[in-house]
Each structure stands twice: as structure tokens, then as C-alpha cells.
């Protein structure tokens, strides 16, 4: 009993306490929140120190490790401890569209232009990033087509097979991989693909996301019949979802697909387990450094391959948002326009070139230098070297909107040629997929019954779907659990998003 | 367990008129005055929260606060009661606490009542020093060493349950089937030994005499256990039971959450990461308020009825 009445109590308290402005901060001071993926920076370090001097402010960074940042976000949302700005992963979730739409945060529509900077560089990028035509925030930069697919190189030319460009060449390959024993040792201990328990929603860019998109079926929202329906709701999803079922039931993917933590996601390739990771095209970067650790002299083992075509040749390749969550200005802290103009300018500042140069490369001269436009990074084992090194990699990059992840202001020097053979081949793939990219046309809107229902009806799509994968459902229950989201509050979504799409133009 | 710490009535307990009852206040000030921190602690951490209790029937939005967010009655408790969540997740919090009644509950007072059984002092010791361990270890390590053990690629149990059975290999760590197994066994590993400490202080309470006196009437091993050490750790069954009971909807949140994945996720949700994910991750501060409500008033409930039940069996009960 008392556990639970604490709960409440812990529930209630971190609701309660609004209301009162709490401690001003005084104008030379900036308060931000952001994401992290190692350890903090310390306020007094270089990075921090030359970012300060840049905008002539002291930074006052919250940051916050990315695994939690979503829960720390609404418990945020609900204290009287805003900071000034603040990173928002979840910018179309409802937990900030209600506060956004309630007046917790500027509405920026139309107030980004006067600042160069952070007025949106990509129309289409901009008007993605918006909530139903309003602009909340400042879009944190993305490669708009980050998905392609890394595979074991040595194992590839031990078997003598060809990279994919098909669904079909891909499924040879895992076959292979998994019954050909690529490693070598005699046993049948290896598979094709490596998936890793994925925590996003539907359409979160996840490889079953990916495999959808070849198979024809819409990224998120698409077309069908002269109105946009969800891309689940099309026999194209049921297909790709069938012909990836046919790998579970083979072993041609990772039996723990379901629960393996992402964390360990690049293990099973390094160790020699699986050959296949479907992600971010920088993974192969980061797959080759992990190689390269083991063994610095044999570690050219990671293949590119991008999007593929669908077995009758046409081919549909997933682009992502073009930008991750955006900055936003809480109007707690920050509570006239006067005040919302120095906070931008600030921002403004920081966007710009100088200021991304810090944020993503770090202090030239000092743990980098330009080389023919890449930064070559300096004295890379001195300790104050590698502080700044992680101060820009682990935490800073995250506050670039201009510049940022797989964008850096300088594109890294690649420490080795097979790393620079994979950047090279990343980017001509990147181009080349777009071609065929398919966009999902409702990305700036958020229908109200979402917001209002979007907890619940979030984790039917996602969930079946793993569910049918392990073969714990069949495919006419995985068609039931698709009518389900209709019936619990998905058909006013759907229909609220035509009109809202409807009415913003296309 | 306050009223064990009863003192004897030190005063009439007949009305006594004003002025006597302030006498008895001032002759037990220092008494009073070392209520005060407690009192405090619970109006402070404990009832003042409460208040913001009161956002289970707003559409409650930080911005606004709780004077200016909309009061729309029990429109979130309508929302639990008919939304297709309810059964789900009272169906699996039930069928949890009915397993851990039925397997966690007599664990500790089995274990108990065999160490109370052995005769050499330093084995009974130490035995009951290492049980104690694995109490002292997070859930998050728990749930750790469980996916490393069980987990279908690579785990080490799981490798010789398949070794043994054959067939594909199964992932224990994700099917719906074995969620429950795990979740007690986790229970059973953690629990168990840190919860003899009680019954084992309660047989070590056991007045001697009695077995003496047992003994001598002819009783032998099993005659004692059933009429001396069984009636001696009664009242203490009956108030781990009453407490157990209060806590029949808290499914142990952390543990739960640890183990949820996609494939289980129809049978482990309860109330408890229902409440968190609702609330805390999805930012519906109103909506898992009310399910924090409804879970916290069951629980009150469910402590009064086993109270009440105890009495009717003529034990003391809790209060």
C-alpha cells in the first residue's frame, strides 16, 4: 500500500509546483536542455569555454542521457524548471503538441526569418517539421537518406557473392550467410540479418520500416485510392511482412530479435554472429572502427549496400525526416518577444558557421585541422585532446540544427581507406536512392484524436507486427490487430490527417 | 505494527474533563514532541502530494497548472472502465498476485521453518547470510543475468533446455507463454531468503517451554512443528498476509518493465507500467493519475478486507 500511495505521491509531485516563475536567470546566462550520449562535458572545458566565447553568454546545459531523455522531457514539461531553450526529440508526440498548442512554447511560425541562421535551409525539411503549419522549434539536421544496409565483406568474397540490388539478392545472401558457413569453423553458428529490439512506433525509420518501403508499401502515410491511408493498411505491409517471416522461420535472422538490446546491436556483426545490419548509413563507419580495434590490420570487413528494388525491378527507397526533433523556446523562462529575440540571436549566433564548427568539429588547431575541406583530427591520444573530442562527439553536436549528426560543418578526414571508401560509397548512395525516396506527405500534421489517443493506438501496429514475425500470430490475426486501429479511435486519425493534409496543401 | 508499541493506559480511560486531559499532555510532552518529526514526514511527503491527486479529474496540462486546467470529472475514469486496457491489464495484475500468493507468499515461511529445523548454529548462519544476498542486488542486474541466461541467442540456460528438448530454439525471455515463469522464479531467487527474517524472528519468539512441555506429553518432531511452532508464527503469517494483500496491484514495477517486450508486452502490462508509460513517457498526466487512483483505492480496500477477515478468524489483525 504505501508503495503505491508513494507512487502516486511521486506521480503527483513532479506535477505539482508550476505556476511560480522560480529563480530568473539573469540575462547574460542561457539555459538549455539536451540529449547526451556519454558522459557530461564540464561546464569549465574547452568546448564550453570557446562556445561561451563565441556567443558571448554563459551556457547553463542540462544534459540528459538520451535513453531517458523523453521521460525527462514531460517531467520537464510539468516543472517550473524550463530551461531557455530546449532540445524536443518527441516533437510530434502529444505530450509536447498539447503543451505546444496550450502556449508552453513560442509559436515560432513566420519569427524564424529574421534570423539566417535558423530559418529553415530546406523548405520541404521545414514544413515537415511543423505541427499542422506552426513552428515550434528549430529543426536539428538530418541527411534526409540515411538508410542502407552494412554487410560482412570477408564473408561476402569467402562465399563469392555479389553485392544486392534486389529483395532477392539480399535474401541469397542471408540464406548463405546462415547455411554456407561464412566464418569457416565447420559449425552452423552464424545467421543473416541482425535486428535489435527496436523501441520506436510504427514508421520510426526502424529496418522493418525500411523492408515495407521496398516492398512498395508508403513511408509512414501514403496514397491509396485518391486518399491517404496508413502504411500498414496496405497489402504491399503484409507482403514484405511475410516474405521477412519466411527469414524468422529459416533462422536467416537473429532468433532474439525481438529483445536484443540496441545497445548490443553492432555485437553479433563484430563477433561474427550475423553479417547483415539494415540502418543508418554511417553504421558501416562505425562497424569498421569496431574492426579496426581488434584487429588493426586486417579490418576492411564492412560492404554498403543501399535501398533495394522489389523483385519485379522497381524500387522504393525509405528516406528519413530530414531533421531529429527540433529546439524549442519554452515561454516559462523566456516570457516577452524582447526576451525571445536575445535568446534567438543567441541560437542565431551559435548556427552560424563559426558556431557549428565548434558544435560538430570542435576548436580548430586544437583537436582538428582542415585538410582539402575535411577535418583531420589532431593528437588524438592526448587526454585534454580526447576530452574535447567527446565534448563535441557525445554532447554538443546535439545542439547543431544547421550542422549536426552525419553533418558536421567539415565532414570528418576518414582515418584509413576502407572508412574512406565507405564514406564516398555513402554519399553516392544516398543521392542515388533518393531519386526513388518516398516521402510520407503527412509528416507536419498531427491529427487531434492522435494527440488525444495516440498513447493507446501507438503500440497496436508495431507490436503485431513482431508478433506475426515470431509466428505468435497468423497473418489473418495480424490483418484483425489492422482493423483494431480503426476501430479504437484509427479511423479519426486517418480522417482527420486527409483533412489536415487536405488543408495545408500538399 | 504501531500498536505493538501500545504503552499501558497510563490515565482513566473515562471522559476525562478538559483540564485533565491537558494535564496528561503536558506530563507526556516530551512524548508528543517526538511525534512531531513523524507527523510531519506524513503530512509532508505523504498527504500534502495528495492534492495534486486532484489532476485525475482535469485535463490536466502543466502549462495551465491546477487552477486553470479544465475540470472534466470522471471523463478519465470513464476512459479506464471502457477502454479495452482495463481487462487486459486487471487480468494479468490478478493473475500475478494470484501467483505470487499462491508461490512467493509460503516460500520464505517454508525456508523458515526448515532452517529452523537444523541443528548446528553456524550452518543455519551462514545459510542464512548467502539467501540474503541476492535481495541486495537491483532488478536491473536481475533482469540482466535473466536475458544473458535465457536469451535465445546466446543463452547459456536456454542453450541447454534446447540441448535436452531439441527443436528450434526457443526465446524464453520473449514469449508470452513463459513471462509468467520467469517473473516468479525472479521473485523466488530475489525474495525469498530476505523475507525469513521475520518468520525466523517470529520462531525465535517460540517459547521454549512449550516444546519442553510437548515433549514430555509425548509429541514427538512433527506433533511439535504442527501444535507449538506453527500456532507460535500464526501472527506473524497474518500480518505479512494482510500487507501482501495491500500490495496485490503493485506488481513490482521495475522488474516488470525490465521484462516487457514486444512479444510479451499482452501479458506483462499491469497497472503499474500502465501508470508509467501512460503518464512518464507519454506525458498523459491526468489519464495515469486516475489509473494510479483507481490501483491506490483497490489497494486500500483489498488491505481492509483482509484486516477484517483476519479478525473474523480471531487473530488480531493489523489495526
Given at each position: 500500500?504505501?508503495?503505491?500511495?508513494?507512487?502516486?505521491?511521486a506521480?503527483?509531485?513532479?506535477?505539482?509546483?508550476?505556476?511560480?516563475?522560480?529563480?530568473e536567470?539573469?540575462?547574460d546566462?542561457?539555459?538549455?536542455?539536451?540529449?547526451?550520449?556519454?558522459?557530461?562535458?564540464?561546464?569549465?572545458?574547452?568546448?564550453?569555454?570557446?562556445?561561451?566565447?563565441?556567443?558571448?553568454?554563459?551556457?547553463?546545459?542540462?544534459?540528459?542521457?538520451?535513453?531517458?531523455?523523453?521521460?525527462?522531457?514531460?517531467?520537464?514539461?510539468?516543472?517550473?524548471?524550463?530551461?531557455?531553450?530546449?532540445?524536443?526529440?518527441?516533437?510530434?508526440?502529444?505530450?509536447?503538441?498539447?503543451?505546444?498548442?496550450?502556449?508552453?512554447f513560442w509559436?515560432?511560425?513566420?519569427?524564424?526569418?529574421?534570423?539566417?541562421?535558423?530559418?529553415?535551409?530546406?523548405p520541404?525539411?521545414g514544413k515537415?517539421?511543423?505541427?499542422?503549419?506552426?513552428?515550434?522549434?528549430?529543426?536539428?539536421v538530418?541527411?534526409?537518406?540515411?538508410?542502407?544496409?552494412?554487410?560482412?565483406?570477408?564473408?561476402?568474397?569467402?562465399?563469392?557473392?555479389?553485392?544486392?540490388?534486389?529483395?532477392?539478392?539480399l535474401?541469397?545472401i542471408?540464406?548463405?550467410?546462415?547455411?554456407?558457413?561464412?566464418d569457416?569453423?565447420?559449425?552452423?553458428?552464424?545467421?543473416?540479418?541482425?535486428?535489435?529490439?527496436w523501441?520506436?512506433?510504427?514508421?520510426?525509420?526502424?529496418?522493418?520500416?525500411?523492408?515495407?518501403?521496398?516492398?512498395?508499401?508508403?513511408?509512414?502515410w501514403?496514397?491509396?485510392g485518391?486518399?491517404?491511408?496508413?502504411?500498414?493498411?496496405?497489402?504491399?505491409?503484409?507482403?514484405?511482412?511475410k516474405?521477412?517471416?519466411?527469414?524468422?522461420?529459416?533462422?536467416?535472422?537473429?532468433?532474439?530479435?525481438?529483445?536484443?538490446?540496441?545497445?548490443?546491436?553492432?555485437?553479433?556483426?563484430?563477433?561474427?554472429?550475423?553479417?547483415?545490419?539494415?540502418?543508418?548509413?554511417?553504421?558501416?563507419?562505425?562497424?569498421?572502427?569496431?574492426?579496426?580495434?581488434?584487429?588493426?590490420?586486417?579490418?576492411?570487413?564492412?560492404?554498403?549496400?543501399?535501398?533495394?528494388?522489389?523483385?519485379?525491378?522497381?524500387?522504393f527507397?525509405?528516406?528519413?525526416?530530414?531533421?531529429?526533433?527540433?529546439?524549442a523556446?519554452?515561454?516559462?523562462?523566456?516570457?516577452t518577444?524582447?526576451?525571445?529575440?536575445?535568446?534567438?540571436?543567441?541560437?542565431?549566433?551559435?548556427?552560424a558557421?563559426?558556431?557549428?564548427?565548434?558544435?560538430?568539429?570542435?576548436?580548430?588547431?586544437?583537436?582538428?585541422?582542415?585538410?582539402?575541406?575535411?577535418?583531420?583530427?589532431?593528437?588524438?591520444?592526448?587526454?585534454?585532446?580526447?576530452?574535447?573530442?567527446?565534448?563535441?562527439?557525445?554532447?554538443?553536436?546535439?545542439?547543431?540544427t544547421?550542422?549536426?549528426?552525419?553533418?558536421?560543418?567539415y565532414?570528418?578526414?576518414?582515418?584509413?581507406?576502407?572508412?574512406?571508401?565507405?564514406?564516398?560509397?555513402?554519399?553516392?548512395?544516398?543521392?542515388?536512392?533518393?531519386?526513388?525516396?518516398?516521402?510520407?506527405?503527412?509528416?507536419?500534421?498531427?491529427?487531434?484524436?492522435?494527440?488525444?489517443?495516440?498513447?493507446t493506438?501507438?503500440?497496436?501496429?508495431?507490436?503485431?507486427?513482431?508478433?506475426?514475425?515470431?509466428?505468435?500470430?497468423?497473418?489473418?490475426?495480424?490483418?484483425?490487430e489492422?482493423?483494431r486501429?480503426?476501430?479504437?479511435?484509427g479511423?479519426?486519425?486517418?480522417?482527420?490527417?486527409n483533412?489536415?493534409?487536405?488543408?495545408?496543401?500538399? | 505494527?504501531?500498536?505493538?508499541?501500545?504503552?499501558?493506559?497510563?490515565?482513566?480511560?473515562?471522559?476525562?474533563?478538559p483540564?485533565?486531559?491537558?494535564?496528561?499532555?503536558?506530563?507526556?510532552?516530551?512524548?508528543?514532541?517526538?511525534?512531531?518529526?513523524?507527523l510531519?514526514?506524513?503530512?509532508?511527503?505523504?498527504?500534502?502530494?495528495?492534492?495534486?491527486?486532484?489532476?485525475?479529474?482535469?485535463?490536466?496540462?502543466?502549462?495551465?497548472?491546477?487552477?486553470?486546467?479544465?475540470?472534466?470529472?470522471?471523463k478519465?475514469f470513464?476512459?479506464?472502465?471502457?477502454?479495452?486496457?482495463?481487462?487486459?491489464?486487471?487480468?494479468?495484475t490478478?493473475?500475478?498476485?494470484?501467483?505470487?500468493?499462491?508461490f512467493?507468499?509460503?516460500a520464505?515461511?517454508?525456508v523458515?521453518?526448515?532452517?529452523?529445523?537444523?541443528?548446528?548454529?553456524t550452518?543455519?548462519?551462514?545459510?542464512?547470510?548467502?539467501?540474503?544476498?541476492?535481495h541486495?542486488?537491483?532488478?536491473?542486474?536481475?533482469?540482466s543475468?535473466?536475458?544473458?541466461?535465457?536469451?535465445?541467442?546466446?543463452?547459456?540456460?536456454?542453450?541447454?533446455?534446447n540441448?535436452?528438448?531439441?527443436?528450434?530454439?526457443?526465446?524464453?525471455?520473449?514469449?508470452?507463454?513463459?513471462?509468467?515463469?520467469?517473473?516468479?522464479?525472479?521473485?523466488?531467487?530475489?525474495?525469498?531468503?530476505?523475507?525469513?527474517?521475520?518468520?525466523?524472528?517470529a520462531?525465535?519468539?517460540?517459547?521454549?517451554?512449550?516444546?519442553?512441555?510437548?515433549?514430555?506429553?509425548g509429541?514427538?518432531?512433527?506433533?511439535?512443528?504442527?501444535?507449538?511452532?506453527?500456532?507460535?508464527?500464526?501472527?506473524?503469517?497474518?500480518?505479512?498476509?494482510?500487507?501482501?494483500?495491500?500490495?496485490?496491484?503493485?506488481?513490482?514495477?521495475?522488474?516488470i518493465?525490465?521484462?516487457?517486450?514486444s512479444?510479451?508486452?499482452?501479458?506483462?502490462?499491469?497497472?503499474?507500467t500502465?501508470?508509467?508509460?501512460?503518464?512518464?513517457?507519454?506525458?498523459?498526466?491526468?489519464?495515469?493519475?486516475?489509473?494510479?487512483?483507481?490501483?491506490?483505492?483497490?489497494?486500500?480496500l483489498?488491505?481492509?478486507?483482509?484486516?477484517?477477515?483476519?479478525?473474523?478468524?480471531?487473530?488480531?489483525?493489523?489495526?
Open positions: 500500500m504505501k508503495k503505491s500511495l508513494a507512487a502516486l505521491a506521480l503527483t509531485l513532479i506535477t505539482a509546483g508550476c505556476g511560480d516563475s522560480g529563480s536567470t539573469s540575462s546566462t542561457i539555459t538549455v536542455m539536451a540529449p547526451l550520449f556519454g558522459t557530461a562535458p564540464d561546464p569549465n572545458g574547452e568546448l564550453q569555454q570557446a562556445v561561451q566565447k563565441l556567443i558571448g553568454k554563459k551556457l547553463q546545459i542540462t544534459w540528459v542521457p538520451n535513453a531517458d531523455y523523453s521521460e525527462k522531457t514531460n517531467v520537464t514539461l510539468a516543472s517550473n524548471n524550463m530551461p531557455q531553450a530546449m532540445v524536443i526529440q518527441g516533437d510530434k508526440q502529444s505530450a509536447f503538441v498539447q503543451a505546444a498548442q496550450a502556449g508552453a509559436d515560432l511560425t513566420g519569427k524564424l526569418d529574421k534570423y539566417p541562421n535558423l530559418t529553415p535551409a530546406d520541404t525539411t515537415n517539421a511543423t505541427v499542422n503549419g506552426k513552428t515550434y522549434g528549430i529543426y536539428r538530418r541527411p534526409l537518406l540515411r538508410s542502407a544496409i552494412s554487410i560482412r565483406k570477408d564473408w561476402l568474397e569467402k562465399l563469392g557473392l555479389q553485392m544486392p540490388k534486389t529483395v532477392d539478392d535474401q541469397a542471408a540464406k548463405a550467410f546462415t547455411e554456407r558457413d561464412p569457416g569453423n565447420g559449425k552452423k553458428d552464424t545467421y543473416g540479418l541482425i535486428v535489435p529490439k523501441p520506436g512506433t510504427y514508421a520510426s525509420s526502424s529496418p522493418y520500416d525500411v523492408i515495407e518501403t521496398w516492398f512498395g508499401a508508403p513511408n509512414g501514403g496514397e491509396r485518391g486518399k491517404l491511408v496508413p502504411g500498414f493498411d496496405t497489402e504491399e505491409f503484409v507482403t514484405a511482412n516474405w521477412l517471416k519466411n527469414w524468422v522461420d529459416n533462422g536467416w535472422i537473429n532468433p532474439d530479435f525481438a529483445t536484443l538490446d540496441s545497445a548490443n546491436w553492432n555485437k553479433p556483426f563484430v563477433q561474427g554472429r550475423g553479417g547483415i545490419i539494415l540502418d543508418v548509413n554511417v553504421r558501416s563507419g562505425d562497424l569498421v572502427k569496431l574492426f579496426k580495434e581488434t584487429d588493426p590490420k586486417n579490418f576492411d570487413k564492412v560492404a554498403l549496400a543501399g535501398n533495394l528494388a522489389r523483385t519485379d525491378g522497381q524500387k527507397s525509405a528516406p528519413f525526416p530530414g531533421y531529429n526533433g527540433i529546439v523556446i519554452p515561454k516559462q523562462k523566456v516570457k518577444e524582447e526576451q525571445l529575440d536575445q535568446v534567438l540571436q543567441v541560437l542565431d549566433k551559435l548556427q558557421k563559426e558556431g557549428t564548427v565548434l558544435l560538430t568539429n570542435g576548436i580548430e588547431g586544437r583537436n582538428f585541422k582542415l585538410e582539402d575541406g575535411y577535418a583531420a583530427p589532431l593528437d588524438e591520444d592526448n587526454p585534454q585532446i580526447k576530452v574535447i573530442n567527446n565534448d563535441v562527439e557525445k554532447a554538443f553536436i546535439q545542439l547543431g544547421r550542422a549536426s549528426v552525419g553533418l558536421g560543418a565532414p570528418p578526414k576518414p582515418a584509413d581507406e576502407p572508412s574512406r571508401k565507405l564514406v564516398v560509397q555513402r554519399n553516392e548512395l544516398a543521392t542515388e536512392d533518393l531519386k526513388t525516396a518516398v516521402h510520407n506527405p503527412a509528416l507536419g500534421v498531427v491529427s487531434e484524436t492522435y494527440i488525444k489517443q495516440g498513447k493506438l501507438d503500440l497496436i501496429i508495431p507490436d503485431a507486427r513482431i508478433k506475426f514475425l515470431s509466428g505468435d500470430i497468423t497473418e489473418e490475426q495480424l490483418r484483425a489492422i482493423k486501429w480503426y476501430a479504437e479511435g479511423d479519426k486519425v486517418a480522417q482527420e490527417t483533412d489536415l493534409v487536405a488543408k495545408l496543401g500538399k | 505494527m504501531a500498536t505493538d508499541l501500545e504503552s499501558p493506559p497510563v490515565a482513566p480511560i473515562s471522559p476525562a474533563p483540564a485533565a486531559k491537558a494535564r496528561r499532555i503536558a506530563r507526556h510532552g516530551w512524548l508528543y514532541l517526538m511525534l512531531l518529526p513523524g510531519a514526514y506524513f503530512l509532508i511527503f505523504r498527504y500534502w502530494p495528495m492534492y495534486g491527486l486532484s489532476i485525475a479529474f482535469q485535463d490536466y496540462l502543466p502549462f495551465l497548472g491546477y487552477s486553470d486546467s479544465p475540470w472534466v470529472g470522471l478519465h470513464e476512459e479506464l472502465f471502457t477502454g479495452s486496457d482495463f481487462t487486459r491489464l486487471m487480468t494479468n490478478m493473475i500475478l498476485a494470484l501467483l505470487t500468493v499462491v512467493v507468499f509460503p520464505p515461511i517454508i523458515a521453518l526448515l532452517l529452523n529445523e537444523l541443528r548446528r548454529r550452518l543455519k548462519n551462514s545459510i542464512q547470510s548467502i539467501i540474503y544476498i541476492p541486495f542486488l537491483s532488478w536491473t542486474i536481475v533482469a543475468v535473466t536475458y544473458l541466461l535465457f536469451s535465445a541467442d546466446f543463452g547459456v540456460i536456454a542453450g541447454y533446455i540441448d535436452l528438448v531439441g527443436g528450434p530454439r526457443a526465446d524464453y525471455v520473449a514469449q508470452e507463454a513463459w513471462f509468467r515463469p520467469i517473473i516468479v522464479l525472479q521473485l523466488l531467487w530475489k525474495q525469498t531468503g530476505w523475507g525469513t527474517i521475520i518468520y525466523l524472528a520462531l525465535a519468539g517460540v517459547d521454549t517451554q512449550l516444546y519442553e512441555a510437548a515433549r514430555v506429553d509429541a514427538g518432531r512433527w506433533r511439535q512443528f504442527w501444535h507449538v511452532t506453527l500456532p507460535g508464527i500464526r501472527p506473524a503469517i497474518v500480518i505479512m498476509g494482510i500487507l501482501t494483500c495491500g500490495h496485490l496491484l503493485d506488481s513490482g514495477f521495475e522488474q518493465w525490465l521484462m516487457t517486450t512479444l510479451n508486452r499482452s501479458v506483462a502490462d499491469v497497472f503499474d500502465y501508470v508509467y508509460y501512460i503518464g512518464i513517457t507519454q506525458g498523459s498526466y491526468s489519464y495515469s493519475t486516475a489509473v494510479g487512483l483507481f490501483k491506490g483505492v483497490v489497494g486500500v483489498l488491505i481492509y478486507g483482509s484486516n477484517l477477515l483476519a479478525k473474523r478468524f480471531d487473530e488480531r489483525g493489523l489495526f
